[in-house]
């Protein structure tokens, strides 16, 4: 039987991309992107949930994401969901994170707003001839860390 990990998400960038590169040169950025969610309390009066979303975009699409994208910007992602686990060199205790890996990004909103020549599409894998997934020979540092809510602007 056939598995899907799929994720889309259509939210707000809450910090600019953070861009790095592993020691062989291949890009990698990590940003978080807000979705909300509405929904009526028992008081029948409208309560809006904000959720928090790591993801991480590798080569040419990590380029992209850290030249296009900005606080605030809009943008719709599809990807797949990983979790990976570390050391916290602090408290010696295992970490946790499940990220979501982006292998398309779609810059919403006006040119101001981040949007390219091409119209704001960015594929990863399939169009651009780019394989987005982690390079086995190179994991990412885990010393970085998640995105935490220390990292949220508001």
């Given at each position: 039987?056939?598995?899907?990990?799929?994720?889309?998400?259509?939210?707000?960038?809450?910090?600019?991309?953070?861009?790095?590169?592993?020691?062989?040169?291949?890009?990698?950025?990590?940003?978080?992107?807000?979705?909300?969610?509405?929904?009526?309390?028992?008081?029948?009066?409208?309560?809006?949930?904000?959720?928090?979303?790591?993801?991480?975009?590798?080569?040419?699409?990590?380029?992209?994401?850290?030249?296009?994208?900005?606080?605030?910007?809009?943008?719709?992602?599809?990807?797949?969901?990983?979790?990976?686990?570390?050391?916290?060199?602090?408290?010696?205790?295992?970490?946790?994170?499940?990220?979501?890996?982006?292998?398309?990004?779609?810059?919403l909103g006006g040119r101001?707003?981040?949007?390219?020549?091409?119209?704001?599409?960015?594929r990863g894998a399939s169009?651009?001839?780019?394989?987005?997934?982690?390079?086995?020979?190179?994991?990412?540092?885990?010393?970085?860390?998640?995105?935490?809510?220390?990292?949220?602007?508001?």
């Amino acid at each position: 039987m056939k598995s899907v990990n799929k994720v889309i998400l259509l939210g707000n960038l809450g910090k600019d991309p953070e861009l790095k590169y592993t020691p062989s040169g291949t890009a990698v950025a990590k940003f978080s992107v807000a979705t909300s969610y509405r929904y009526k309390d028992k008081n029948e009066q409208w309560q809006d949930q904000t959720e928090w979303h790591n993801v991480v975009a590798w080569a040419r699409l990590a380029e992209i994401a850290g030249e296009y994208l900005k606080k605030g910007s809009k943008v719709y992602i599809e990807g797949r969901l990983q979790s990976r686990s570390w050391d916290d060199k602090n408290t010696n205790q295992k970490r946790y994170i499940t990220e979501v890996i982006a292998n398309d990004l779609v810059l919403l909103g006006g040119r101001g707003e981040g949007a390219g020549d091409d119209g704001g599409r960015a594929r990863g894998a399939s169009a651009s001839g780019f394989d987005q997934r982690v390079p086995e020979s190179e994991p990412v540092n885990a010393s970085v860390g998640p995105i935490t809510d220390d990292d949220i602007p508001f």
